[in-house]
């Protein structure tokens, strides 16, 4: 069997591995082969994974390993038009499943996994979120036919007590606007009323205004403290229309509704909040209060989603279904008395 590579030796003493890859066939009948160079031999790896990516030949063999399909993994996350911050999180949690890396794919058992999950030293919801990212990879590896067997059906995830949602009721926010300063009002209400993202109300456009909608085009995101608009949005629906009230007026213009920076926003608000003597919030927790209204207007669970823009009815339920439960005592007691 070839080796996987070469070895070069540079005039300065630095090693480089030589990567022979085959691409498949020419017309002519001929292989069509190319090299990739890298620094180490996992950097040449996923270098070869996002070659044949590229070029969708990659197949399901027995030497697959987990590491090497890892980065075609990331790779088909991002022609799926992941998030950014979807992929940013995956290569973080991605340090944790050293213990498999060399692993191949077809080896993976769930006893290994279990052992694996006892060596986590990590609180426990840190931990339900890791084996998630692991289940997802395996989920993936399965339904591309590198493993014959779903074995994450067998695992158990760590259990946590999930933290309650933080909100302020409308009354509430109406006496919290007394105290926020003129220039911050309108960003406070739009906040309020529409539950966008911080990023999201950051993207607004004057050109985003339609009638008594908010058709969201941009959203603002800050890699490395630097601003910058994007079309990209955290999840595809998340790019929605979102409806406002008859009443609030943002002006006309070009460019930025909101222009100022986040810091000044959170530091109006935690401002505003010690002058007007209530417990801490973040600006996140405008979305939560915006959910919350939502519920207390009696808007679906399926017109939620949409409006805060979820991907699925499960991450809505799974943040703000305790307070659908309280509406079902609502259900309960309009019932009367026994007859």
């Known amino acids: 069997m070839a080796k996987e590579y070469k070895i070069k030796i540079l005039s300065s003493g630095k090693k480089r591995y030589i990567f022979d890859v085959n691409l498949g066939y020419n017309p002519d009948g001929s292989r069509n082969r190319t090299t990739v160079t890298a620094e180490s031999i996992t950097e040449g790896r996923k270098k070869v994974a996002q070659l044949l990516l590229g070029q969708n030949v990659i197949k399901a063999n027995k ?14 996350l991002e022609n799926q038009n992941k998030s950014p911050n979807t992929i940013r ?3 973080a949690y991605y340090k944790y499943f050293q213990p498999f890396y060399k692993d191949k794919v077809t080896k993976l058992s769930i006893t290994k996994i279990h052992k ?11 931990k339900n979120k890791i084996e998630n990212e692991l289940k997802a990879y395996i989920n993936w590896l399965y339904k591309n036919d590198f493993i014959k067997e779903n074995i994450t059906r067998k695992m158990s995830l760590t259990t946590f007590e999930k933290k309650k949602v933080n909100f302020i009721t409308e009354d509430q926010f109406k006496n919290l606007l007394n105290y926020i300063e003129d220039d911050f009002k309108l960003f406070f209400i739009t906040l309020f009323y529409t539950g966008l993202r911080l990023g999201e109300i950051l993207g607004l456009q004057y050109k985003d205004i339609q009638g008594t909608n908010l058709a969201l085009s941009h959203v603002l995101k800050m890699p490395n403290g630097k601003p910058y608009l994007s079309t990209t949005f955290k999840t595809p629906k998340s790019k929605r229309v979102v409806p406002i009230p008859i009443w609030l007026e943002l002006g006309s213009g070009k460019g930025r509704i909101f222009a100022k920076s986040r810091d000044h926003y959170r530091k109006e608000l935690n401002r505003a909040l010690e002058a007007a003597n209530m417990p801490h919030m973040t600006i996140h927790d405008f979305r939560h209060s915006y959910a919350s209204m939502m519920i207390n207007k009696k808007i679906d669970q399926f017109t939620l989603m949409e409006l805060l823009g979820h991907d699925n009815i499960t991450t809505t339920m799974n943040t703000y279904g305790h307070l659908y439960n ?6 309960t007691n309009s019932f009367g008395n026994k007859m």
Do not use: C, G, I, M
Request: hydrophobic residues 25%; without cysteine; proline residues 0%.
């Open 326 to 331: 309280d509406k079902r005592q609502e259900v």
């Open 116 to 126: 694996w999950q006892n060596t986590l030293k990590l609180n426990n919801q840190s």
């Open 63 to 76: 030497s697959n390993t987990f590491e090497e399909l890892f980065a075609y993994y990331l790779n088909s």
């Open 89 to 91: 999180n995956k290569k």
